[in-house]
């Protein structure tokens, strides 16, 4: 009884001795580092392939388990990738030996007797507002997720001073996964190309590198952003074309006199569109 307390204790502690342990899933070196990271906000630039639904299915299931009356929510583009991720939980929560109770039980969701819940939910920014003090969200393949939805999540964390990690094979130059990921904040940034990943052969990446042409093959598992296709001008030549030391335009008129683009020209400004007074 005392080794049991002891194990279970050490369980709670590391989830990585939990997913070796406990589930037979012996992580990735990145993984493990991943399963014990203390950082609240985490963004994993992935190769397809590369094991990231694994290990978030194994952080969201050691989280219900040793964290009671946990609130994970699984934030996916579809409803089939949900259904897909929310598989591999349940695969995981089989494995238990001693398994506990599940007072609800659905394609999508899971609630534990220890009060955790897990809910798997397709990108819907108007369904997901009804949660509150959320405890740790996992959006996978955030590339793809609308910006609203995650605009629309990041509150739910207020409360609960919770845990958020974006997962993602890149998409192009766009959206708040490739914003997060080159934006001056304090995201612990993990990046796993294919050459890092032990599964993936150098003979596979080669075959594949010339069936996909460079732009697919660089951005599906060598982790880069690439310029969007339906892009006029690339993003750095915009980027580029911004200034701190141009003067404005058109004067800032303060106090009420102040209007915004979508207001009317304040009167210094009028008369360079219709011919003066």
């Given at each position: 009884m005392q080794e049991e307390i002891v194990n279970d204790l050490r369980y709670a502690l590391s989830p990585v001795a939990f997913s070796c342990e406990v589930l037979g899933?012996?992580?990735?070196?990145?993984?493990?580092?991943?399963?014990?990271?203390p950082v609240k906000r985490i963004l994993l630039n992935c190769s397809r392939q590369s094991g990231k639904s694994t290990s978030s299915a194994i952080i969201a299931l050691h989280q219900a388990l040793y964290y009671p009356d946990s609130l994970i929510l699984l934030i996916s583009p579809s409803l089939r990738q949900s259904s897909e991720l929310f598989k591999?939980?349940?695969?995981?929560?089989?494995?238990?030996?001693?398994?506990?109770?599940?007072?609800?039980?659905?394609?999508?969701?899971?609630?534990?007797?220890?009060?955790s819940r897990i809910v798997s939910l397709p990108s819907s920014e108007a369904n997901i507002r009804g949660f509150s003090a959320v405890n740790l969200v996992i959006e996978d393949e955030a590339?793809?997720?609308?910006?609203d939805l995650y605009r629309a999540t990041r509150p739910m964390l207020a409360v609960s001073s919770g845990k958020i990690m974006l997962?993602?094979?890149?998409?192009?130059?766009?959206?708040?996964?490739?914003?997060?990921?080159?934006?001056?904040?304090?995201?612990?940034?993990?990046?796993?190309?294919?050459?890092?990943?032990?599964?993936?052969?150098?003979?596979?990446?080669?075959?594949?590198?010339?069936?996909?042409?460079?732009?697919?093959?660089?951005?599906?598992?060598?982790?880069?952003?690439?310029?969007?296709?339906?892009?006029?001008?690339?993003?750095?030549?915009i980027m580029a074309?911004?200034?701190?030391?141009?003067?404005?335009?058109?004067?800032?008129?303060?106090?009420?006199?102040?209007?915004?683009?979508?207001?009317?020209?304040?009167?210094?400004?009028?008369?360079?569109?219709?011919?003066?007074k």
């Amino acid at each position: 009884m005392q080794e049991e307390i002891v194990n279970d204790l050490r369980y709670a502690l590391s989830p990585v001795a939990f997913s070796c342990e406990v589930l037979g899933v012996t992580p990735d070196p990145w993984q493990a580092e991943v399963m014990m990271s203390p950082v609240k906000r985490i963004l994993l630039n992935c190769s397809r392939q590369s094991g990231k639904s694994t290990s978030s299915a194994i952080i969201a299931l050691h989280q219900a388990l040793y964290y009671p009356d946990s609130l994970i929510l699984l934030i996916s583009p579809s409803l089939r990738q949900s259904s897909e991720l929310f598989k591999k939980v349940q695969a995981f929560y089989k494995m238990l030996a001693d398994r506990p109770k599940l007072p609800e039980d659905n394609k999508l969701s899971m609630a534990l007797d220890n009060g955790s819940r897990i809910v798997s939910l397709p990108s819907s920014e108007a369904n997901i507002r009804g949660f509150s003090a959320v405890n740790l969200v996992i959006e996978d393949e955030a590339s793809r997720v609308p910006d609203d939805l995650y605009r629309a999540t990041r509150p739910m964390l207020a409360v609960s001073s919770g845990k958020i990690m974006l997962m993602s094979t890149p998409w192009g130059k766009r959206g708040h996964f490739f914003q997060e990921w080159t934006g001056n904040n304090e995201w612990e940034r993990i990046e796993i190309p294919a050459t890092k990943c032990p599964r993936i052969s150098p003979e596979f990446l080669e075959e594949e590198r010339q069936a996909l042409g460079d732009w697919w093959y660089q951005q599906e598992y060598m982790c880069q952003f690439m310029e969007t296709t339906d892009s006029l001008f690339q993003y750095d030549t915009i980027m580029a074309a911004f200034s701190d030391e141009v003067k404005p335009l058109f004067p800032v008129v303060s106090g009420s006199r102040q209007y915004n683009h979508s207001s009317v020209l304040t009167d210094e400004v009028q008369p360079l569109f219709i011919g003066g007074k």
